[in-house]
């Protein structure tokens, strides 16, 4: 089994979480969701298991 991280992109984010790009963006500038890492100067992602933590916190509440 590979042990690398996965890497979400945007894209996979809005499809897995049903929320807008734009949506999404709020919630990082409000800090209410994990900051994307930076994968090069011009790309982002969001490792799989940051967002799984935020999903099971927000289940929490």
Do not use: C, H, Q
């Amino acid at each position: 089994m590979n042990n690398e991280p996965l890497v979400l992109k945007v894209s996979d984010l809005v499809a897995m979480l049903g929320l807008s790009r734009t949506t999404l963006y709020r919630l990082i500038a409000a800090k209410a969701f994990p900051k994307p890492v930076n994968l090069s100067p011009r790309r982002v992602g969001w490792l799989a298991a940051t967002v799984d933590d935020w999903l099971t916190a927000r289940s929490k509440k």
